[in-house]
Each structure stands twice: as C-alpha cells, then as structure tokens.
C-alpha cells in the first residue's frame, strides 16, 4: 500500500486547489455541528451541499466528524457539556453517536449520498493489523460510493487510550485512506501568528514543516468551550499528514457554504508536506502512545542525525516500562524530542545495558545482543 498519491498532492498547494484533489478528508468540529445542545442544521445541510458538490466532480470523501458527546449530553441532561467525568462523556457518545449518525445520513441522503459511520479508537489505528483493516473498510466504502463518517468511539475510550481530538484522528484517518488532502473546518480562518484576537494578528497562510516556531504560534485552547481540540492539535495533525506527502489545511467553517467560501476566497492555513515517507513508517511516525522513553547523548544525536540505529552505548537513561516491540520516545541529552521507535529489548534489559559498547552486554543480557535498541528501520525522526 503506497502512503499516499504523490502525483495528486504535488497539484495541492493552495485552498483553491481542493476541488482538485481525488481524495478529501474533511473534519468538523462540535463547536460548528452543535450550538446550545442543538445540531446547528444549516451549517450542516450546507456542508452536505458542498460535499455533494466535490463528489460531482469527482473527488472522494471521508469526513471525520466531532459532536456525539455534545449532543448526547444535551439530551442526557448532563453538565459541563457532557465533558465533567469520564463516565459521563462515555454515557454522552453512546446516546451521542445515534443521534450524530442519524443527521449525517439525513443530510447527505438529500443528495443521493449513503453516509456509512465508522467509530474507531486510538488502539485501533496503532496497532498494524488493525489500521490496515481500517483502511480495507473505507477502501471498500469508497469503492461502493458511501461517505464514511469517522468519529472517535468516545463510548468505549479511556482517557489513556484515546486521541482526545479529531484533529489527529483526520490526519490518521487520511494516512490510512491514502487521501491527497485534510480540510479541517475551524471557529477561526487559520494559523495566526499570535492569538487572533490580538491587535496585528498576521494569518499564516503557508507552511512548509512544522517547526518548534510555527508550534510557538499555537493557541492550546479551544473558543468554543466544548471541543477537545486547539490549535496545538491541528499543528500536530499537520506533521502526521506530513510524513505520508498529505496537505493539510484549515479554513473558517462558520461561512457558508463552508468549503465553497473558503475555496472561492483561497482563505486559510496551508501545511504542505516536506517529505514523505513510506507507508509503514508514515503509520510509525503519526503513532501516538510511546509506552517509554530513551535518552541519548550527544554523540548518539549525531549519528541518528546520519540516519543511524540507536545503540545501547548512547543510551543515558531509560523511561516507562515497556516490552519488546513497544513504541518509545527518544530524546536528545536537553530533552528535546528526536523522534520514536520499537525497542528491541525491555525496559529492564535497556537499563542493564545502556552506556555500554557491543562487547559488554553479553555478560550482562546472558545471551547474545542484538544489533540495536532501535534499529533505523523501525524508527522515525521528528
């Protein structure tokens, strides 16, 4: 499986150029599906309108949609907008995810379109197997014409395996689609330079990699008071979708039409790919539970910058409590974050051996070493 349509992504490189793409992912947020604990029905049967329109002409898309805990806990009568316990929001997005299921259907069965949901958890896209099989369903759905409607299965995640917002869960999602593009549809027009609120706030309208910098810029929270989601977790999104040579942008989805207006104006943030790796390391650097973490010195720095395996001798401490095979984070000597990787041994097995050269685990690991800790081919810079 390719990571992604290079051809198709090279095209992309502005708002404008969406109408172009073969293969869209579009995210909605609960601040723009939800107001007062109502479905915000207009903006939605406009947003069907556009999606219909894009269909038309040719483009496939999967729309990744916040709002079933919203309104489930509307109806449940439920405080804090369903979001004061983790009970509660589990109770919210079961009652939630019908009534969010019943309005996309409603809304693109007006234009002939078959809205097929899809609830999926955080475990269900870092596992291998199963993200493969996830992307063998929307590939079948697309394949019979049907809309998949992804949303996070919020009535069965715990608040240590979950992806918190569908920002990321988009960007995942288009990874396993091999989708050219991801629209997330937000409260503000894009990227700022500093809160937009602010006097001589300046949009951002182009990024090529996201930077420590352009990380800077983000507003952690969300306006509405009811989303999970901030800027923070649309800049992460953006170097998920990056690995696999995705564009990523946001637009303002409060016009209407949403995607038309943001379109017509060439109005938003645009992330284009500075790279693009393959499909197993794409999925392997958009992974988002490290169980552990490695801290390397300074000479071990450099040779991972030359695209090296980590080895047990540049290796200063050892985090977590991890097996074999598990996700680690790896961190330079200041803490800054290198990148991730599956370990080849156990956390107790890297602390016995860390510091040490190729001829002095033996004695301590009683068997033979193996050729890393993280070997390069099972590991992914930041």
Same mark, same amino acid.
């Given at each position: 499986?390719?990571?992604?349509?290079?051809?198709?992504?090279?095209?992309?490189?502005?708002?404008?150029?969406?109408?172009?793409?073969?293969? *869209?992912?579009? &995210?909605?947020?609960?601040?723009?599906?939800?107001?007062?604990?109502?479905?915000?029905?207009?903006? *939605?049967?406009?947003?069907?309108?556009?999606?219909?329109?894009?269909? /038309?002409?040719?483009?496939?898309? %999967?729309?990744?949609?916040?709002?079933?805990?919203?309104?489930?806990?509307?109806? *449940?009568?439920?405080?804090?907008?369903?979001?004061?316990?983790?009970?509660?929001?589990?109770?919210?997005?079961?009652?939630?995810?019908?009534?969010?299921?019943?309005?996309?259907?409603?809304?693109?069965?007006?234009?002939?379109?078959?809205?097929?949901?899809?609830?999926?958890?955080?475990?269900?896209?870092?596992?291998?197997?199963?993200?493969?099989?996830?992307?063998?369903?929307?590939?079948?759905?697309?394949? $019979?014409?049907?809309?998949?409607?992804?949303?996070?299965?919020?009535?069965?995640?715990?608040?240590?395996?979950?992806?918190?917002?569908?920002?990321?869960?988009?960007?995942?999602?288009?990874?396993?689609?091999?989708?050219?593009?991801?629209?997330?549809?937000?409260?503000?027009?894009?990227?700022?330079?500093?809160?937009?609120?602010?006097?001589?706030?300046?949009?951002?309208?182009?990024?090529?990699?996201? $930077?420590?910098?352009?990380?800077?810029?983000?507003?952690?929270?969300?306006?509405?008071?009811?989303?999970?989601?901030?800027?923070?977790?649309?800049?992460?999104?953006? &170097?998920?979708?990056?690995?696999?040579?995705?564009?990523?942008?946001?637009?303002?989805?409060?016009?209407?039409?949403? %995607?038309?207006?943001?379109?017509?104006?060439?109005?938003? $943030?645009?992330?284009?790919?500075?790279?693009?790796? =393959?499909?197993? &390391?794409?999925?392997?650097?958009?992974?988002?539970?490290? /169980?552990?973490?490695? $801290?390397?010195?300074?000479?071990?720095?450099?040779?991972?910058?030359?695209?090296?395996?980590?080895?047990?001798?540049?290796?200063?401490?050892? /985090?977590?409590?991890?097996?074999?095979?598990?996700?680690?984070? %790896?961190?330079?000597?200041?803490?800054?974050?290198?990148?991730?990787?599956?370990?080849?041994?156990?956390?107790?097995?890297?602390?016995? %051996?860390?510091?040490?050269?190729?001829?002095?685990?033996?004695?301590?690991?009683?068997?033979?070493?193996?050729?890393?800790?993280?070997?390069?081919?099972?590991?992914?810079? =930041?």
């Amino acid at each position: 499986m390719a990571s992604g349509r290079p051809s198709d992504a090279m095209r992309i490189q502005a708002i404008s150029d969406l109408g172009s793409a073969r293969r *869209l992912v579009v &995210k909605i947020g609960s601040a723009l599906l939800v107001e007062d604990g109502k479905p915000a029905s207009d903006r *939605l049967k406009s947003l069907a309108r556009d999606l219909a329109e894009l269909r /038309e002409r040719g483009t496939e898309i %999967i729309v990744v949609s916040s709002g079933a805990i919203a309104l489930g806990a509307a109806r *449940l009568d439920l405080p804090k907008g369903g979001r004061a316990s983790l009970a509660d929001a589990q109770a919210a997005a079961s009652v939630g995810q019908v009534a969010l299921a019943q309005l996309w259907a409603e809304a693109l069965g007006e234009h002939d379109l078959l809205a097929a949901q899809m609830l999926v958890t955080l475990g269900d896209l870092e596992d291998r197997r199963r993200y493969l099989n996830a992307a063998a369903t929307i590939e079948r759905l697309l394949e $019979t014409g049907a809309v998949p409607v992804v949303n996070e299965n919020d009535s069965v995640a715990t608040e240590e395996i979950r992806f918190g917002d569908n920002d990321r869960l988009a960007a995942r999602v288009a990874q396993a689609a091999r989708a050219d593009a991801v629209l997330l549809l937000s409260d503000v027009d894009g990227l700022f330079d500093r809160p937009p609120d602010q006097e001589g706030a300046v949009l951002i309208e182009r990024v090529e990699g996201v $930077t420590p910098e352009i990380l800077a810029m983000a507003d952690t929270g969300s306006s509405s008071g009811i989303g999970s989601g901030g800027m923070a977790s649309k800049l992460e999104a953006a &170097k998920i979708a990056g690995r696999a040579g995705i564009m990523l942008a946001i637009v303002n989805g409060t016009r209407l039409p949403p %995607i038309a207006s943001a379109v017509a104006a060439n109005r938003g $943030t645009v992330f284009l790919p500075v790279r693009s790796d =393959s499909a197993r &390391k794409a999925w392997l650097g958009g992974r988002l539970a490290c /169980e552990g973490a490695l $801290t390397v010195d300074a000479g071990c720095v450099s040779a991972l910058a030359r695209g090296a395996s980590l080895l047990a001798a540049g290796v200063t401490r050892v /985090e977590g409590d991890f097996q074999r095979g598990d996700l680690v984070q %790896i961190d330079g000597p200041d803490g800054e974050r290198l990148g991730q990787g599956l370990v080849e041994y156990n956390a107790e097995e890297c602390r016995a %051996i860390m510091g040490m050269r190729e001829g002095e685990q033996e004695a301590q690991l009683g068997y033979v070493p193996r050729a890393a800790v993280v070997h390069r081919d099972h590991m992914v810079r =930041s």
